[in-house]
């Protein structure tokens, strides 16, 4: 009897692979797609979960013999994502949504309904891998193949009962062989677009939607620099995240960047580009994979944002759930409500939250 997979569709060109790779290594297969908020229709925006994309991966579907689900999540979208972007965004911090759906939404939620409707797996189109550690039994989490497309850093929330279930049929190519393949198949979405903003704020404009989600306007402040010495106005902290440069509106005649902010006063501090590098940072709402915690300090690397390279560094237990991160060369522009992730060569050791100096 074949071995029945529920595959998350996004309606993009890798899920659509991961369902048919799955379907050729003789797996019956149904795709499953997510309806997480009211986006409209607009095959100009590079975002998910549109009407537009759940039509295209109902049309896989249908070209590759296959069921079709969907999946209302619209509420429990709200209430785990979109709230708690907009609290972290208020809080001053920078937080990673996509993370968030991962943890909350694609994995929890689409395995109950996978247990319910008979599923034996859950798949996705992530391009990541796994493997069993035999000298400890724990299903790992390693890198894709593709260095420039790995997805690890937003899957670091996985748990062990999670990875069990699940099937990363991407593992080992690279992007243009998917594409390859799904054009050969016929697939309507062959050289469909990547999708690249936060798929609730399709503008990009994340001050004017926690506006809109909160009924209350950001409130105006002063650039400042590291004495205290105000430099201009702005229109409010929400505007600007750690590092950023570009949208500042403020000419010193020379670059500068954010290199923090004051929810309270909403002074936002500018300053050289040397002064956004430090060389530790903590991490709390901890989840390993490889191991179930950390007893003592060890080597590894980290990336403290989806696009950074991984650097070394040593890691600390503190406490029973945060950890501190030593580098041995300083970082740039480490963030709070980042993700800081760990590795052993293409392992997932596991990773958390950045927090607050």
Not at 125 to 145: A, M, P
Not at 172 to 188: F, T
Not at 248 to 253: D, E, I, M, V
Request: aromatic share 10%.
């Amino acid at each position: 009897m074949k071995k029945r997979v529920l595959v998350a569709m996004s309606g993009g060109v890798d899920s659509s692979a991961a369902l048919l790779l799955l379907k050729n290594e003789g797996y019956e297969v149904t795709g499953a797609t997510f309806r997480l908020h009211d986006a409209g229709s607009d095959r100009q925006t590079h975002t998910c979960c549109s009407v537009d994309d759940v039509d295209d991966a109902r049309r896989v579907c249908i070209k590759l013999g296959a069921d079709h689900l969907v999946f209302g999540f619209k509420q429990l979208f709200e209430q785990t994502v979109i709230s708690h972007f907009v609290e972290e965004y208020l809080a001053g911090n920078t937080p990673n949504p996509c993370i968030d759906c991962n943890k909350y939404i694609k994995f929890g939620p689409l395995l109950q309904r996978a247990d319910l409707l008979g599923y034996d797996y859950i798949a996705t189109g992530h391009y990541v891998g796994t493997r069993v550690d035999e000298s400890t039994g724990r299903v790992l989490l390693l890198r894709g193949k593709d260095r420039k497309k790995d997805q690890s850093y937003v899957l670091y929330c996985l748990t062990q009962q999670q990875l069990k279930r699940l099937k990363f049929p991407l593992y080992g190519y690279e992007k243009p062989e998917i594409r390859a393949l799904c054009e050969q198949a016929g697939l309507i979405n062959a050289r469909k677009p990547d999708s690249q903003d936060i798929c609730f704020v399709p503008d990009g404009d994340y001050a004017a939607f926690i506006e809109r989600y909160t009924g209350k306007p950001d409130k105006p402040g002063h650039f400042i620099d590291c004495k205290g010495k105000i430099l201009g106005n702005h229109p409010g902290p929400t505007h600007f995240t750690i590092g950023q440069r570009r949208g500042l509106n403020y000419s010193a005649g020379r670059r500068m960047f954010v290199l923090s902010k004051d929810m309270g006063s909403g002074d936002v501090v500018l300053g050289e580009n040397e002064q956004l590098f430090r060389r530790e940072l903590t991490a709390k709402d901890l989840n390993w994979i490889a191991f179930d915690s950390l007893q003592n300090s060890r080597r590894c690397t980290a990336k403290v944002r989806y696009s950074a390279k991984d650097v070394p560094c040593t890691i600390f237990p503190e406490g029973q759930d945060r950890v501190r991160a030593v580098f041995d060369e300083p970082v740039r522009a480490i963030t709070p409500g980042q993700a800081v992730v760990f590795y052993d060569g293409d392992v997932v050791l596991g990773g958390g939250t950045i927090c607050k100096e």
